[in-house]
Structure formats: structure tokens, C-alpha cells
């Protein structure tokens, strides 16, 4: 099992950067395959980023290709979203998301995740 706790959203101007973080408890987060879900208002959950247990194989939706990076640092269990050439579209809460059954290719679906943090809130004005 491991616990996610996502940190690092705000409020920032159309073309600013955030960089959300998420850090995860216990041992054995080199084996979970993890991914960014955000979710707007009266919208669904959607995928935004993913990586592979080794950090070598990523995915991203198409709305955030080319701005958004997604990393992990397996020695103190945390994988990170640097999101530039931020858009008012870009407003939702972010969640962090765990795979204990990864593969490759990383998964996109939210039902292939099995754990999840509280999320963090990213506003970005215009």
C-alpha cells in the first residue's frame, strides 16, 4: 500500500509555471507506475501524465504535450509535474495517482490507478 499526499498548486497568470509534487509513503514506491489526473468543475476526471516505474517511459494527453513534465526521483519517492505555458484551461484539481500492477506502456486509464492522493488546486487566470 502507499499513500499519496500532492502539494505545490496555486493561482497563477496565463503563461506562468507551477511545478506540483507528490510524495509517497512506504518502500516500495520503485514499483508503482504513476500518473497526474486532473479534474475541472462539472468535469471528469481526465489523465494528464504518466511514467513508468524506472522513470524511462512517459505519456501524456495531448491537451498538455510539449508544456508539461512529468519526473520521479525513486530515492525519495516522489514524482513531479513541471506544467508551463500555463491556460486558463488548465484550471482543475491535480491529483496524484499510483499503479501497483504497471507495465508498459504506462497506463492512462484512471481505473488501472489503485491509489490516490487528496489533490491540490491549480488556478490559472487569464
Known amino acids: 500500500q502507499v499513500q499519496l499526499v500532492e502539494s505545490g498548486g496555486g493561482l497563477v497568470q496565463a503563461g506562468g509555471s507551477l511545478r506540483l509534487s507528490c510524495a509517497a509513503s512506504g518502500r516500495t514506491f520503485s514499483m508503482f507506475g504513476m500518473g497526474w489526473f486532473r479534474q475541472a468543475p462539472e468535469k471528469e476526471r481526465e489523465f494528464v501524465a504518466a511514467i513508468s516505474r524506472s522513470g524511462i517511459s512517459t505519456n501524456y494527453a495531448d491537451s498538455v504535450k510539449g508544456r508539461f513534465t512529468i519526473s520521479r526521483d525513486n530515492a525519495k519517492n516522489t514524482v513531479n509535474l513541471q506544467m508551463n505555458s500555463l491556460k486558463p484551461e488548465d484550471t482543475a484539481v491535480y491529483y496524484c495517482?499510483?499503479?501497483?500492477?504497471?507495465?508498459?506502456?504506462?497506463?492512462?486509464?484512471?481505473?488501472?490507478?489503485?491509489?490516490w492522493g487528496q489533490g491540490t488546486q491549480v488556478t490559472v487566470s487569464s
Open positions: 495517482a499510483a499503479d501497483r500492477d504497471s507495465g508498459l506502456p504506462v497506463a492512462v486509464r484512471i481505473e488501472k490507478y489503485d491509489y
